[in-house]
């Protein structure tokens, strides 16, 4: 089993920029294929950013493409997801989530573990 925690989240106004982080421990944290789900209220969780165990592959969300970055750092046990231009669009409680997997995947119910998640709140 792996525990996550997620930081990073705040209020900004359109055009901004957020860092989030995820902090892993329990299992050895390369052995995870790693994604960031957003949230809003009404709304299903929704896939945003995916990177494989060894970063060589990775999936935006077309509503994020080009303005979301996501990286990690096996080192340090941490992922991270670079959001830059942000809009009101993407207001949500922002999760990370592991799975134990080569493949990487954009669906929330393949990933077993998760983050509590961090709120953005973007205003326009």
């Known amino acids: 089993q792996v525990q996550l925690v997620e930081s990073g989240g705040g209020l900004v106004q359109a055009g901004d920029s957020l860092r989030l982080s995820c902090t892993a421990s329990?299992?050895?944290?390369?052995?995870?294929?790693m994604g960031w789900f957003r949230q809003a209220p009404g709304k299903e969780r929704e896939f945003v950013a995916a990177?494989?165990?060894?970063?060589?592959?990775?999936y935006y969300a077309d509503s994020v493409k080009g303005r979301f970055t996501i990286s990690r750092d096996n080192a340090k046990n941490m992922v991270y997801l670079q959001m830059n231009s942000l809009k009101s669009e993407d207001t949500a409680v922002y999760y990370c989530?592991?799975?134990?997997?080569?493949?990487?995947?954009?669906?929330?119910?393949?990933?077993?573990?998760w983050g509590q998640g961090t709120q953005v709140t973007v205003s326009s």
């Open positions: 990177l494989s165990r060894s970063s060589r592959t990775t």
């Open positions: 329990g299992r050895t944290f390369s052995n995870y294929a």
């Open positions: 989530a592991a799975q134990f997997v080569t493949a990487v995947t954009t669906t929330p119910s393949d990933y077993p573990y």
